[in-house]
């Protein structure tokens, strides 16, 4: 049974700092290529950054500089470092894992980051 369990979400000021956590278990880890989206309120669910097995990452645009994705294949996590975060970074924030072949596809139940003064 695979479980993908984020962690990590919540309230900061601007300018400041998150760490989210993705967690899977089930699944061979290392294989998959992963992700995290954010969606808010009246906008389409959008990628902030994904990082595939070999480790390559890339990032929205919004975010280059600011956050940084990492995976650690040992622990079956991925993080994602959210710094000088601003309230347009406020968003439902969704781990993604999937693969092509066999093609799988599984995400995380979502944590909630709100960065407001």
């Known amino acids: 049974q695979v479980q993908v369990v984020e962690s990590g979400g919540g309230l900061v000021q601007p300018g400041g700092s998150l760490r989210l956590s993705c967690a899977a278990s089930?699944?061979?880890?290392?294989?998959?290529?992963l992700g995290w989206y954010r969606q808010s309120p009246g906008k389409q669910r959008e990628l902030v950054a994904d990082i595939i097995p070999n480790g390559r990452t890339r990032y929205a645009d919004s975010v280059k500089g600011r956050f940084t994705i990492s995976r650690d294949n040992a622990k079956h996590t991925m993080y994602l470092q959210m710094n000088s975060l601003k309230p347009e970074d406020t968003a439902v924030y969704l781990c993604n894992l999937r693969r092509p072949d066999p093609w799988r596809d599984y995400w995380g139940q979502g944590t909630q980051v709100t960065v407001s003064s």
């Open positions: 089930g699944i061979t880890f290392s294989t998959y290529t």
